[in-house]
């Protein structure tokens, strides 16, 4: 399962009432009917193509990231017209005023107002506040019982969320002048000015410069009620919950431009970055800067060595010869396990013109080096490690970086399971047949991990490199797993190693021909744990791994013997380590990871064989227990259909000794009068014939395609004489 979230992040447009001159063209002289252009109407044009894009496109969006500065220079109607035309032109994408989040900008506050009043954000709630938007909490403004769905937009399903900061209460403020200063300060204009009035307030409005400070800071008060908010916010049922945080300004200058002032940062910014990697915030969006960047931030803890990684994005803002980059649309994709950014930039557009599509920016947000939140591998062709304690969020990032960074390459699976209790762990998004659910797809995964773990197979002249025969019978007859039991009883060591790789029966002089596990070791350790436990983990190799359905078995066969070493010596199952030497997803057919399922009845449940015979021969219903049998049946059929559909060039098994065994059950215990029953024996031959013939052929594409047609056929042929012997209730 993967999810998606698609936002509009807009800062910075600085517009009025009256009009922000935009000085796009050249325009050298005055001519009726030719308004000189203004920043408003280009605004406008940009939204309207976007709802017309998205429209065509049958996308909406899930929400509209407003990170400040919609006035210019405190002028009015800044607010009133961004929100109008985000609304107009937005509303079919799915915008309405609750799926905006506002946060105001420096420019949004009136200069000399003092910080934490009603003045200072009056023209800011008057608009976003009461529309309905998310807004930040605001210092002096906000009182009485905190409201977190004020202050936080939620996806539906609680894979995301974002909070609203606000970094402006201390915007233009005017510092404290010392004694004896302080008094004298507003006589000096007229002093000096010696009855001159207009130089008087000239002096007088530089001197309140000189003093006046554009100072960023996230005030003590509002972390707190932040951490609240965060800590208020519920989770989603599965996975992980993306978290974004907007504010105005940047947290690092995100450009080589240098800006040569006093508070060019937030002053307290290390206790804001404290606040992000304690509450786990993943990406920051801000505006200010009118640069366009995307860079992760690590934020380490008080030791030096926790770190925590959020990615920020700087929103730029369109300007003369800068208009390629007026908002940007962000895509978060893969939630919950493996989620990346993709930034794309919306330029202006011209009026009856196609804008360009600039390039777009993509950003990883999870790490696959090292410990979860380690910068991303850089090197080509380099060992790729993912590590974890969800399974399925391990699990879904296996898959995604053995289809991109480590295909076809080494890939290193590092997962810390819970040991909670006997059930073996399989991730929630695994395919099984027919979908299982509940006990069945537990029954399931034990008898497939359980068949591959058999001392010994009637099956072993087809597969002789069975993992448990291996483990357990190497060479025919040394028990690997009891030598490491015997290794760890009492203590740590390097040495419990079992091989399954047999060079004496493997391996052929020229390479030819060769067929053996890709399963090749295992080393088992113990290692003291927390709370005085001692632990047992596993560390194995494999040649080749085919990460979709193969990997989760492995981990699951991996845990079914750490719990057999561990058994009885007061050990308990620890970290399992897959490493794979060729990384691949590949799989098209559920037999891949077993011998199908009639065939490992002749192992595992013999019995079922009899009962099925039975069944097809007295009619369904006569005992309870041939229900169970005639639903894997019809399971089997499926499985068999799909090895017949799709070429795999691994050449999974395919079903031989089960269906000889099925039908030879059938005919001896059919009368010669059931003509149905004798067609249902002679094509279960046939088709045990058939594949016998393909699993003898080098299963090539060729012999595939010979294969194929006739072995759907036979497959179609005991579907219908399985639906006309047991209706489908």
């Not at 931030?297 to 030791?303: G, K, M, Q, V, W």
């Not at 053996?516 to 088992?524: I, R």
Request: charged share 25%; aromatic share 6%.
């Amino acid at each position: 399962m993967t999810g998606r979230a698609l936002f509009l992040h807009l800062t910075d447009p600085h517009v009025s009432a009256a009009g922000v001159p935009f000085a796009r063209d050249d325009q050298k002289v005055t001519i009726p009917g030719i308004a000189p252009p203004t920043r408003e109407p280009a605004l406008e044009l940009m939204l309207r193509r976007l709802g017309q894009r998205l429209a065509e496109g049958g996308q909406t969006l899930d929400g509209v990231l407003f990170t400040g500065d919609a006035q210019n220079e405190g002028k009015p109607g800044g607010h009133e017209l961004v929100l109008k035309l985000v609304l107009d032109h937005l509303g079919s994408a799915g915008i309405t005023a609750d799926r905006i989040v506002a946060v105001p900008g420096n420019h949004d506050v009136p200069r000399d107002s003092a910080p934490s009043s009603a003045d200072r954000y009056k023209s800011f709630t008057d608009v976003w506040s009461l529309a309905g938007c998310v807004v930040p909490w605001l210092d002096g403004v906000d009182a009485g019982p905190l409201t977190p769905d004020r202050h936080r937009l939620s996806a539906a399903d609680k894979s995301w969320v974002v909070f609203a900061v606000n970094t402006s209460n201390w915007s233009h403020i005017v510092s404290e002048l010392p004694e004896p200063l302080k008094p004298m300060w507003s006589r000096i204009p007229d002093a000096v000015a010696a009855g001159n009035t207009e130089l008087a307030d000239k002096i007088r409005t530089q001197l309140q410069d000189l003093i006046r400070f554009d100072m960023a800071r996230v005030s003590p008060e509002q972390l707190e009620v932040l951490r609240e908010i965060v800590r208020a916010t519920p989770g989603p049922h599965h996975g992980r919950q993306l978290r974004i945080a907007v504010m105005h300004h940047h947290l690092r200058a995100p450009s080589l431009r240098e800006e040569v002032k006093a508070f060019a940062d937030i002053s307290n910014l290390e206790q804001l970055r404290a606040f992000l990697r304690g509450s786990a915030l993943d990406i920051v969006l801000h505006g200010h800067k009118h640069e366009h960047a995307a860079y992760f931030d690590h934020i380490y803890a008080e030791n030096g060595e926790d770190v925590h990684r959020t990615l920020v994005i700087s929103g730029a803002t369109y300007a003369v010869g800068r208009d390629g980059d007026a908002a940007r649309l962000i895509a978060i994709e893969g939630l919950p396990h493996t989620p990346e950014v993709t930034i794309e930039p919306l330029p202006l557009p011209r009026s009856g013109a196609e804008p360009p599509r600039p390039g777009s920016i993509r950003r990883r947000l999870w790490a696959v080096r090292g410990q979860a939140q380690e910068p991303v591998a850089v090197t080509p062709n380099a060992p790729v490690v993912i590590h974890g304690s969800d399974l399925d969020e391990v699990y879904a990032r296996a898959l995604a970086i053995a289809q991109e960074d480590a295909r076809r390459g080494t890939l290193v699976v590092s997962l810390d399971l819970p040991d909670d209790g006997d059930e073996l762990p399989l991730p929630s998004e695994y395919t099984v047949p027919d979908r299982l659910t509940g006990a069945e797809r537990t029954a399931w995964l034990r008898e497939l991990v359980g068949w591959w773990q058999l001392d010994r197979s009637q099956l072993e002249h087809r597969i002789p490199h069975l993992h448990g025969a291996r483990l357990r019978r190497y060479g025919g007859t040394f028990d690997q797993i009891a030598r490491i039991r015997r290794l760890l009883t009492t203590k740590a060591t390097t040495r419990a190693i079992a091989i399954l790789v047999d060079p004496t029966r493997d391996f052929k002089a020229n390479g030819i021909g060769e067929e053996f596990a890709s399963f090749c070791l295992v080393e088992f350790r113990r290692r003291d744990a927390d709370a005085g436990r001692v632990v047992v983990d596993a560390i194995a190799f494999y040649r080749a791994q085919e990460m979709k359905r193969w990997w989760p078995i492995n981990v699951a066969e991996l845990r079914l013997l750490q719990r057999e070493i561990c058994a009885g010596l007061g050990l308990h199952p620890g970290r399992i380590t897959t490493v794979a030497g060729d990384a691949r997803t590949i799989s098209r057919s559920p037999t891949q990871v077993s011998m199908p399922i009639i065939d490992r009845w002749l192992d595992q449940a013999p019995e079922r064989l009899h009962l099925l015979a039975n069944a097809f021969v007295h009619g369904e219903g006569i005992k309870a227990q041939h229900a169970p049998v005639i639903a894997d049946w019809r399971r089997s059929l499926t499985e068999l259909r799909s090895s017949a559909e799709h070429y795999n060039g691994d050449g999974i098994p395919v079903a031989i000794e089960g269906l000889s065994m099925l039908a030879a059950y059938i005919e001896a215990s059919s009368g010669a009068e059931d003509r149905e029953l004798r067609s249902l024996a002679h094509d279960l031959g046939d088709l045990a014939r058939l594949n016998e013939s393909f699993e003898a052929s080098a299963r090539e594409q060729a012999d595939f395609d010979r294969w194929s047609p006739n072995a759907k056929s036979l497959i179609a042929r005991l579907e219908g004489l399985t639906a006309s012997r047991f209706p489908s209730p």
